[in-house]
């Protein structure tokens, strides 16, 4: 009597079937188990000059040109691989528009930042300087990421490529010590002549004496590597000519106007006096980079200053 009533209970306990699972079932009953095609989710390689039809069996059949082999679904397909050396003349093509020289542009110099050997650690005691470097090529001013504690002996590995100007022999170098509450205090500097070498094509690797507190050249010693690269003259933009002189006067005059710098010694001898702890080349070669304008070389030298 008991089995029969339990029986009775779990027969009323389930649920009857209802329309939504029976729909369910009926779909399930549907579905396809089975291996996929090769080509299963992939699309087949065809070329721009071949066209498609759909055979008897629905599948896609592509006719090939003669040279070509055909390409059958259900097979595995071939990767495409392109050859990088092919897509370098497209390249050159894309980028020669956006190519600009500034005129007045003698070539491109790298600068890499090596290293730095320092005499003395400006940090508070026992704490170690956060260094970088900043670097002036022309009227362009560079920055170097800070070697975190690199102390007296930091290392930076970071090369600068920038346009060399005409007339400009040198670049100036600063190494500063990173603050977190204070200004940043620059510790060490150089006025670094440009190497010869380096316009017939060679890498120099040398190490450069540094200036600071301690005295001239008794800083320590920086690394650098530099190399140039001479631009070829019809990279660089043509400077404009007024029309006035195009339509007439003396050309003697106008390239002699041209190749006399539009600043004097007196010029240079007052800024100077302005700056005092900053080398007169170093005044001439920035004065030179802004064709003898006084107020963006004030600005410079002020920055270089601080």
Not at 153 to 174: C, F, K, M
């Amino acid at each position: 009597m008991n089995t029969a009533s339990n029986s009775t209970k779990m027969a009323a306990a389930e649920p009857l079937p209802t329309k939504t699972s029976l729909k369910l079932a009926e779909l399930r009953n549907r579905v396809l188990i089975g291996e996929l095609a090769a080509d299963f989710l992939r699309i087949p390689i065809t070329p721009a000059n071949s066209s498609t039809a759909t055979g008897a069996n629905g599948q896609i059949v592509t006719a090939q040109p003669p040279q070509q082999q055909m390409v059958v679904p259900g097979a595995p397909q071939p990767f495409a691989y392109v050859n990088p050396a092919n897509l370098e003349p497209e390249f050159e093509r894309q980028t020669h528009f956006y190519s600009f020289v500034p005129p007045h542009t003698r070539g491109r110099i790298a600068v890499k930042i090596v290293e730095a050997k320092l005499t003395k650690n400006y940090g508070l005691p026992g704490v170690r300087m956060d260094p970088y470097v900043r670097v002036r090529i022309g009227n362009t001013l560079f920055e170097t990421p800070t070697c975190v504690n690199g102390g007296k002996s930091p290392h930076w590995n970071r090369t600068v490529n920038a346009y060399l100007p005409d007339g400009v022999e040198s670049i100036y170098l600063q190494i500063y010590d990173e603050r977190a509450f204070t200004s940043d205090e620059c510790v060490a500097w150089a006025h670094v002549m440009l190497p010869h070498g380096i316009f017939s094509q060679e890498t120099i690797d040398e190490w450069y004496q540094l200036s600071g507190p301690q005295g001239e050249g008794k800083e320590g010693v920086v690394n650098l590597v530099i190399s140039f690269t001479p631009v070829p003259q019809q990279q660089q933009q043509p400077a404009q000519v007024p029309a006035a002189s195009r339509q007439g006067g003396d050309d003697q005059t106008i390239a002699a106007a041209a190749a006399q710098m539009p600043f004097s010694e007196a010029d240079l001898d007052e800024l100077q006096e302005m700056f005092p702890t900053i080398d007169k080349e170093v005044i001439r070669t920035v004065l030179e980079a802004n064709r003898g304008a006084k107020d963006p070389t004030v600005n410079a030298l002020i920055e270089m200053a601080n």
